[in-house]
């Protein structure tokens, strides 16, 4: 019960930095949750999401790792649902897992949330493309076109 309140505040919050109108969830059931935004939840078992063919892109994904029918899995096929999830379903992906998954979620390039860790020692990770790689300072025409020497040399 306590998972369901973090869940219901990280995305209650995400609602605040983007829109959500669709959303997709695996290994737990949310659409039974109240939400202070309308959104409208798909729930999926592992065997259909691995099946699942491109049909629609969500705007928020919701993955359990530690739920039970997930934790069996092997890793590879994790790593596939997160995949999928990642680059094809969701816009911004969100993962409730273990800590032993850790390694598997950086390598996807999933970035951890802070929160308070409930009894169970969940962890809260995201991915989201917009803030998966900030664009350096050197990165732009300042440094690459050097107008200050169109006219000095010949190129």
């Known amino acids: 019960m306590a998972e369901q309140n973090v869940i219901i505040a990280m995305l209650d919050d995400f609602a605040q930095e983007q829109p959500i109108h669709t959303a997709i969830c695996i290994g737990q059931d949310l659409t039974r949750l109240q939400f202070q935004q309308s959104i409208q939840w798909y729930h999926f078992s592992v065997s259909e999401v691995l099946n699942l063919p491109f049909q629609q892109r969500y705007d928020l994904a919701v993955v359990m790792l530690a739920a039970p029918e997930i934790v069996v899995l092997l890793e590879q096929q994790k790593s596939q649902i997160l995949v999928k999830m990642r680059d094809l379903f969701a816009k ?64």
């Open 92 to 155: 911004r992906l969100l993962v409730i897992c273990h800590t032993q998954d850790q390694k598997l979620l950086r390598a996807l390039g999933l970035t951890q949330l802070n929160y308070q860790r409930g009894e169970g020692g969940l962890e809260l990770w995201q991915f989201n493309i917009l803030t998966y790689k900030l664009v350096p300072d050197w990165l732009n025409s300042k440094f690459w076109a050097n107008p200050e020497n169109w006219d000095k040399y010949r190129w």
